[in-house]
Nanobody
Framework: QVQLETSGGGSVQAGGSLEVSCLAS????????VGWFRKTQGQDLEGVAA???????????SVAGQFTITKANAASRPALIITLQMNNLQPDDTAMYLC??????????????????????WGQGIQVTVSS
């Protein structure tokens, strides 16, 4: 069973940068994808970025060029660290950010991040607040 632990986030002024990380463990398939989503009150989950086991990435048009998703092997345990680097943050980027994972799949043929129903494992949300 895939387990996801989120960290990072916080508060920053407009124009600043933050990152959120997702420690993903328990994969039993060599193929997977991990996505970052965000949710604001009253809005649906918005997929902002995703990355797969082959290193393919997909970004929502609203964050392309502003957010960067990367993956790396964790140093101390068999797990992946999926990091979302967020630059030039603006107040409308304020949201709860969540990571999600799905095994035995990829981003092949996806131009944008796959939607939330296509993920079965979810981490806890982490708050990102951008003040003007």
């Amino acid at each position: 069973q895939v387990q996801l632990e989120t960290s990072g986030g916080g508060s920053v002024q407009a124009g600043g940068s933050l990152e959120v990380s997702c420690l993903a463990s328990g994969f039993t398939s060599k193929y997977y994808r991990v996505g970052w989503f965000r949710k604001t009150q009253g809005q649906d989950l918005e997929g902002v970025a995703a990355i797969d086991s082959e290193g393919r990435t997909a970004y929502a048009g609203s964050v392309a060029g502003q957010f960067t998703i990367t993956k790396a092997n964790a140093a101390s345990r068999p797990a992946l660290i999926i990091t979302l680097q967020m630059n030039n943050l603006q107040p409308d980027d304020t949201a709860m950010y969540l990571c999600a994972a799905e095994q035995s799949t990829s981003l092949l043929n996806w131009d944008e991040p796959p939607p939330s129903p296509l993920y079965s494992a979810w981490g806890q949300g982490i708050q990102v607040t951008v003040s003007s």
